[in-house]
């Protein structure tokens, strides 16, 4: 069924009775070409992609809990092309790009709004930091405006100027930058996964992967055994125990980041603000919310809610930037697993299994990579090489040297 | 979560600093193979449920503890001085 304004009309006024479920509930066949562990974002796209692109139809998507349970529906869903290391940088420049065709592309409402992120800096140190950062992103062709104290008063007039302990020097304008509906990315992708032929099979854990003469041949699941030319691996927090399964041992740690919405507002805050000095970030949501988090809780961990300390520094950080906000009600605050690699970048590569590819590493800014991770996976598992924007996300980068450390902190799994 | 450091007591979980995986007690000697290297610096077994890793009793006595606990739980069950383990 296609989604048009006409039809929302039409369905209006004979009672909302014709809409049909997004995707259909197949049960799992005893074989596919292709296996994708994990229903988030990633593993959603890729399959979206292996059959758009590749005309390959014949995949199952595994989940083990429901579609977009996971990560991909608890971010704060900034979606932002400001990166400046080659490897990186053409990356998310390809996966912005994606995005702002995805909508029509999958027929989907997915709320991308491209409202400008704007990232503040407080030192001349920093300034040069931004000004190297900025001119590296216009290189790749994508935009940045360098603001002064008085360009960042005009867009965010209610930020507290006066603060001596972190004085506002200027920021550094994405006007590309912004956010999206995270919940509808996961259902858009799985509805054009569906209608291109993709199986979404859900209650579906994968307990073990079948390997014979160092070649996949399938997965075990709590649905039974499914055979597979090829599979691939994409469960971001879960990566280690999923790698596991075929002997691997990655270089990730599962860490926990917070995040928090409030009660619904009138419109107040127009950009997505990022404060690094103060571990803070913040974006209104359509329906109001000021949608807001920090830094992760810094060590290693699988339980999907985080500790206090980090929410108070969240809070404090808050008030700093934006006094503003103090009178608002938090509603909620939850946690995700994040895959964290030791230099803060993503791997899309072979394994040592023939057959058995891997997505992971996604550290805390995966959602807006949604689109192109997608792609660049479905490129690699179709053809068998990667993609020429992912050729950097390699699994040996870490023992050859080749590290992708964009904030330059160092091989430590909690520092990115 | 509160960390129960043997010199100090029962504390919270701000005054001390995570370092990562126990894996960082294992320093290969200089000139091992490259892998052994690896290993250390970036491979983890990242397990959800038992694990040992260490802490830096930063806002207290400075000591570096091995602390063994449950990732999904956030329950600890047991904290060593690293300085007097036995290699
Ligand atoms: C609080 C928070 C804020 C964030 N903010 C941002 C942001 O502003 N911008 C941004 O770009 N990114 C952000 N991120 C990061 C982003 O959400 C993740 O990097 C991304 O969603 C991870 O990829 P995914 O969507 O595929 O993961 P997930 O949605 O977690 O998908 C993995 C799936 O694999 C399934 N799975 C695991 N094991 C198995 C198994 N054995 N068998 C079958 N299925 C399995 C899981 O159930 C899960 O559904 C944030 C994350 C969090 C938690
Ligand atoms: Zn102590």
């Keep these: 069924m296609r989604y048009s304004g006409l039809k929302v009309i039409t369905e209006g006024l004979f009672g909302n009775k014709g809409w049909k479920p997004a995707w259909r509930e197949p049960s799992p066949k005893a074989e596919y070409d292709m296996v994708i562990i994990g229903g988030g974002g990633h593993g959603l796209s890729t399959a979206y992609y292996l059959a758009r692109n590749h005309g390959i139809t014949n995949v199952a998507v595994l989940e083990k809990g429901y579609l977009g349970g996971g990560n991909v529906g608890r971010n704060t869903t900034i979606v932002r092309a400001n990166y400046f290391l080659p490897g990186n940088s053409e990356f998310y420049s390809h996966s912005l790009k994606l995005w702002e065709g995805l909508e029509s592309e999958l027929n989907y409402n997915v709320m991308h709004s491209q409202r400008g992120l704007i990232n503040l800096f407080h030192s001349d140190g920093q300034r040069d930091a931004f000004v190297r950062r900025g001119n590296a992103m216009i290189n790749q062709g994508d935009d940045a405006?360098?603001?002064?104290r008085e360009g960042v008063r005009e867009h965010l007039p209610y930020l507290d100027f006066d603060n001596t302990r972190?004085?506002?020097?200027?920021?550094?304008?994405?006007?590309?930058?912004?956010?999206?509906?995270?919940?509808?990315?996961?259902?858009?992708?799985?509805?054009?996964?569906?209608?291109?032929?993709?199986?979404?099979?859900?209650?579906?854990?994968?307990?073990?992967?079948?390997?014979?003469?160092?070649?996949?041949?399938?997965?075990?699941?709590?649905?039974?055994?499914?055979r597979a030319k090829k599979v691939g691996i994409v469960v971001a927090g879960r990566s280690s125990q999923v790698a596991a399964m075929a002997g691997m041992r990655l270089p990730i740690e599962?860490?926990?980041?917070?995040?928090?919405?409030?009660?619904?507002?009138?419109?107040?805050?127009?950009?997505?603000?990022?404060?690094?000095?103060g571990h803070f970030y913040i974006s209104q949501s359509d329906k109001g919310g000021l949608v807001f988090g920090g830094d992760l809780d810094f060590y290693a961990s699988y339980a999907a809610r985080g500790n206090l300390p980090m929410v108070e520094h969240v809070m404090e950080a808050g008030m700093t930037l934006?006094?503003?906000?103090?009178?608002?009600?938090?509603l909620r605050s939850w946690g995700g697993i994040m895959d964290m690699s030791p230099d803060g970048s993503p791997v899309i590569d072979r394994t040592h299994v023939e057959g058995l590819y891997l997505n992971c590493g996604w550290n805390y800014g995966g959602f807006k990579a949604v689109p192109a991770s997608g792609w660049c996976m479905a490129h690699l598992m179709a053809t068998g090489e990667p993609h020429e924007v992912a050729r950097k996300f390699r699994l040996d980068r870490f023992s050859t040297g080749h590290l992708l450390d964009e904030e330059g902190t160092g091989s430590q799994h909690n520092l990115h | 979560m509160r960390l129960t450091c043997p010199l100090c007591g029962e504390r919270d979980r701000r005054e001390f600093y995570y370092y990562g995986a126990e894996d960082y007690l294992h320093r290969p000697s200089e000139g091992a193979p490259l892998a052994e290297w690896d290993n250390y610096l970036h491979l983890r077994d990242n397990p959800a449920g038992v694990t040992k890793d260490l802490w830096y009793h930063e806002a207290g006595c400075s000591q570096w503890l091995l602390v063994t606990r449950n990732t999904v739980t956030h329950e600890s069950s047991a904290v060593e001085l690293v300085a007097e383990r036995k290699a």
């Design chain 1, 322 to 330: 934006m006094p503003m906000i103090g009178r608002a009600k938090v």
């Design chain 1, 145 to 148: 405006i360098l603001l002064d």
């Design chain 1, 254 to 277: 599962s860490h926990i980041l917070q995040a928090f919405v409030t009660e619904g507002l009138k419109p107040v805050i127009n950009h997505v603000v990022s404060f690094g000095m």
């Design chain 1, 166 to 226: 972190f004085p506002i020097y200027g920021g550094l304008l994405h006007p590309r930058g912004g956010s999206a509906r995270h919940d509808a990315v996961a259902w858009g992708y799985a509805r054009g996964a569906d209608r291109r032929g993709v199986d979404l099979i859900q209650n579906c854990e994968v307990t073990g992967i079948d390997i014979e003469g160092g070649v996949v041949k399938g997965v075990q699941t709590t649905r039974g055994v499914i």
